[in-house]
T-cell receptor, first 117, second 109 residues
Framework: NAGVMQNPRHLVRRRGQEARLRCSPM?????VYWYRQLPEEGLKFMVY????????ESGMPKERFSAEFPKEGPSILRIQQVVRGDSAAYFC???????????????FGAGSRLTVL | RKEVEQDPGPFNVPEGATVAFNCTYS??????FFWYRQDCRKEPKLLMS???SGNEDGRFTAQLNRASQYISLLIRDSKLSDSATYLC??????????FGSGTRLLVRP
């Protein structure tokens, strides 16, 4: 019973390039969340998606960042024209219950560490 | 002011010691509270939920004081394997988890 799978685990990009981070939720989970963790800081909510729907993207920077969770395949977090400040660990979490359920428990993936040179 | 504030530490304690971490949160509408543990360069993992009446799980005890908007975690009989960063997490009125920056614990032999 695989957990939340993220890849790549480590990604190095030069400024101006694109980064694509992938997240496959746990089996049976249809709710996906992306969080970002900057060095020495806590995780910050970015976006909440269900299959083919973005429910809440209030934590996403307005430019260069986008997320999707297609009907088939993993959720993708895409960062265009990366800058040094995008260097961080990006964690994906999934749940089986709707996001506003009080009993909702998130399971986190191992994260993708992006380094921008 | 941060939504969830924690002392970053590090707390450096000998094996067997008792150590307590505190956390304050700013939003009085917060509904759910948790402690997560994060090992170096790993994902956060749920340690325990925190209930108003206080709750215990083995060597770990969590307390919540809604009036003071304060959460605590007590670890008794510290083990080397307890060395990690402990994240205070608050959830309010939605699915967003608000994480503190974490308190680092080092347990020495």
């Amino acid at each position: 019973n695989a957990g939340v799978m993220q890849n790549p685990r480590h990604l190095v990009r030069r400024r101006g390039q694109e980064a694509r981070l992938r997240c496959s939720p746990m089996k049976g989970h249809s709710h996906v969340y992306w969080y970002r963790q900057l060095p020495e800081e806590g995780l910050k909510f970015m976006v909440y998606l269900q299959k083919e729907n973005i429910i809440d993207e209030s934590g996403m920077p307005k430019e260069r960042f986008s997320a999707e969770f297609p009907k088939e395949g993993p959720s993708i977090l895409r960062i265009q024209q990366v800058v040094r400040g995008d260097s961080a660990a990006y964690f994906c979490a999934s749940s089986s219950l709707a996001g506003d359920s009080g009993a909702n428990v998130l399971t986190f993936g191992a994260g993708s560490r992006l380094t921008v040179l | 002011r941060k939504e969830v504030e924690q002392d970053p530490g590090p707390f450096n304690v000998p094996e067997g010691a008792t150590v307590a971490f505190n956390c304050t949160y700013s939003n009085s509408a917060s509904q759910s509270f948790f402690w997560y543990r994060q090992d170096c360069r790993k994902e956060p993992k749920l340690l325990m939920s925190v209930y108003s009446s206080g709750n215990e799980d083995g060597r770990f005890t969590a307390q919540l004081n809604r009036a003071s908007q304060y959460i605590s975690l007590l670890i008794r009989d510290s083990k080397l394997s307890d060395s990690a960063t402990y994240l205070c997490v608050v959830k309010y009125s939605s699915y967003k988890l608000i994480f503190g920056s974490g308190t680092r614990l080092l347990v020495r032999p």
